[in-house]
């Protein structure tokens, strides 16, 4: 059933939901006042206790269009009991990244704050003994990646028994991880009489197989085209190649004056090696990938939300789940082979209605893969001309420096940074309403200090 094509004529707001009030209390500290609208169609649903499955891109708000109507919905077992037995988990949300998984539970943990329900978080590549812990000690709400969720219950640390709410969340990254087999077996755990929904941003037919099979008479949402791209970012692509792309990444940083950057690459070595390399360029980088420690991979993402690196370079499975407001601008230093890939990637800016800018890199061979992503987003992407400072010719004295060290931004040489860009169509929006901009302060709050998943 698909109920929501039209977009709403009436703006509601949280607590026309009837959301419990310590919740909405929390709803208010965030600074929200409207909700987004996948949150308005979401949660009406949601508190109905029916299945969803919805098509909401990255950056639409839909966490919280979950997360607040499954908060309330569990309000019934909230208790402030010390012992165990008294919260088992009732509600169970499976993401595909630990990144996600850490988002999710930051945003759980601010909406719960001010209610006696408890939530946890687990993924693997950390030590699973606090973990452990924390499962013991009970919660109501678990967020997990589906391979270290699965490690838990051969331990026995952790019973499904009791689970009333199951959300597969970014099920299409799920799919495209080769998850199917462990979230089989994950279903199979918990209790057939459930509350099933699932967000992908994109519907493939994988995906509605995988709907047919574990959810039960689902409303279809969806608040954006299919495979579109927010109508808040403008777009652009450069022919380039080869070292040309690193030095245009320098000029665009420096010339624009960028901060919040995200680069993707589409190899883990590319990825550090990038990095390195801007980094000896003058521009503050870090990169994260899969091959990178945990540990690593939070000091580098917890640098880049305090607004402390130029650059972050990242391959597409390690930058899923980020979410960081403000960031002005992704690029494409290589683009991805698969097209879905770029929808994900440009959601990581204009994020909740803020203004972003996606620049995509492309060489002679790359040609095909743009004209694959302008087939899926139906979008004619506008091309442009770089003009790069003239590279310096390793002198005879020695001097090789290419580096931008000034803190001072550069006049850029080409006056088409000053142009707004003109996209030569636009894509459209099935929902006209526009959400407003994210409070900064959850996205600044430190995620290393949830690794021990309490
Ligand atoms: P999500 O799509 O869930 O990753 O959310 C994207 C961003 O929007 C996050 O930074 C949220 O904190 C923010 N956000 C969620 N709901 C709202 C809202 N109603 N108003 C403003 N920002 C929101």
């Given at each position: 059933m698909t109920e929501s094509t039209q977009p709403d004529t009436s703006t509601p707001t949280f607590s026309d939901f009837g959301l419990h009030p310590g919740i909405l209390q929390a709803v208010a500290a965030t600074g929200y006042t409207t909700p987004t609208p996948i949150q308005a169609k979401?949660?009406?649903v949601v508190m109905d206790g029916?299945?969803?499955?919805?098509?909401?891109?990255?950056?639409?708000?839909?966490?919280?269009?979950?997360?607040?109507?499954?908060?309330?919905?569990?309000?019934?077992?909230?208790?402030?009991?010390?012992?165990?037995?008294?919260?088992?988990?009732?509600?169970?949300?499976?993401?595909?990244?630990?990144?996600l998984a850490v988002q999710v539970y930051d945003n759980v943990a601010q909406y719960s704050q001010s209610i006696p329900l408890r939530a946890a978080v687990v993924y693997g590549g950390v030590d699973i003994g606090p973990q452990r812990d924390a499962l013991r000690r009970g919660c109501e709400v678990l967020i997990a990646t589906p391979g270290r969720l699965l490690d838990h219950v051969e331990q026995k640390n952790v019973n499904l028994g009791q689970v009333d709410i199951l959300v597969l969340d970014e099920a299409d990254r799920m799919l495209d991880m080769g998850f199917l087999p462990d979230l089989d077996r994950i279903v199979?755990?918990?209790?057939?009489?459930?509350?099933?929904?699932?967000?992908?941003?994109?519907?493939?037919?994988?995906?509605?197989?995988?709907?047919?099979?574990?959810?039960?008479?689902?409303?279809?949402?969806?608040?954006?085209?299919?495979?579109?791209?927010?109508?808040?970012?403008?777009?652009?692509?450069?022919?380039?190649s080869g070292?040309?792309?690193?030095?245009?990444?320098?000029?665009?940083?420096?010339?624009?004056?960028?901060?919040?950057?995200?680069?993707?690459?589409?190899?883990?070595?590319?990825?550090?090696?990038?990095?390195?390399?801007?980094?000896?360029?003058?521009?503050?980088?870090?990169?994260?990938?899969?091959?990178?420690s945990q540990l690593?991979?939070?000091?580098?993402?917890?640098?880049?939300?305090?607004?402390?690196?130029?650059v972050l370079v990242a391959t597409d499975v390690a930058a899923r789940g980020l979410d960081v407001?403000?960031?002005?601008?992704?690029?494409?230093?290589?683009?991805p082979y698969n097209a879905e890939d770029y929808v994900h990637r440009i959601g990581r800016t204009g994020r909740a209605g803020a203004k972003g800018e996606a620049i995509a890199f492309y060489s002679p061979e790359e040609e095909?893969?743009?004209?694959?992503?302008?087939?899926?987003?139906?979008?004619?992407?506008?091309?442009?001309?770089?003009?790069?400072?003239?590279?310096?010719?390793?002198?005879?004295?020695?001097?090789?420096?290419?580096?931008?060290?000034?803190?001072?931004?550069?006049?850029?040489?080409?006056?088409?940074?000053?142009?707004?860009?003109?996209?030569?169509?636009?894509?459209?929006?099935?929902?006209?309403?526009?959400?407003?901009?994210?409070?900064?302060?959850?996205?600044?709050?430190?995620?290393?200090?949830?690794?021990?998943?309490?």
């Open positions: 979401a949660m009406p029916r299945d969803v499955m919805g098509a909401a891109q990255t950056g639409t708000g839909k966490t919280a269009a979950f997360t607040l109507p499954i908060l309330h919905r569990l309000m019934r077992y909230a208790n402030t009991s010390a012992s165990p037995a008294r919260h088992p988990v009732r509600a169970l949300i499976l993401t595909p990244t630990r990144e199979r755990l918990l209790p057939a009489s459930r509350q099933t929904l699932l967000f992908s941003a994109t519907f493939s037919n994988e995906i509605r197989k995988l709907a047919r099979t574990h959810l039960k008479d689902p409303v279809e949402l969806e608040v954006s085209q299919r495979n579109a791209t927010a109508d808040t970012v403008t777009q652009i692509a450069y022919p380039l070292e040309d792309k690193r030095a245009a990444v320098v000029h665009l940083v420096k010339s624009r004056g960028f901060n919040q950057v995200i680069v993707f690459s589409n190899t883990k070595i590319g990825t550090s090696r990038l990095a390195r390399q801007l980094e000896r360029d003058g521009v503050k980088a870090e990169s994260i990938h899969g091959d990178k690593d991979r939070m000091k580098a993402l917890d640098a880049f939300k305090a607004g402390e690196l130029e407001a403000g960031v002005p601008c992704v690029i494409n230093y290589d683009l095909r893969l743009l004209q694959d992503i302008e087939k899926l987003i139906k979008v004619k992407i506008p091309r442009g001309q770089l003009t790069l400072p003239a590279r310096p010719r390793p002198s005879r004295q020695g001097d090789r420096s290419r580096s931008y060290t000034s803190s001072t931004p550069r006049k850029p040489e080409d006056e088409l940074f000053y142009k707004p860009y003109v996209p030569s169509s636009t894509p459209t929006r099935a929902d006209s309403s526009t959400p407003k901009q994210p409070s900064s302060s959850s996205s600044k709050r430190s995620v290393g200090v949830l690794l021990g998943g309490h």
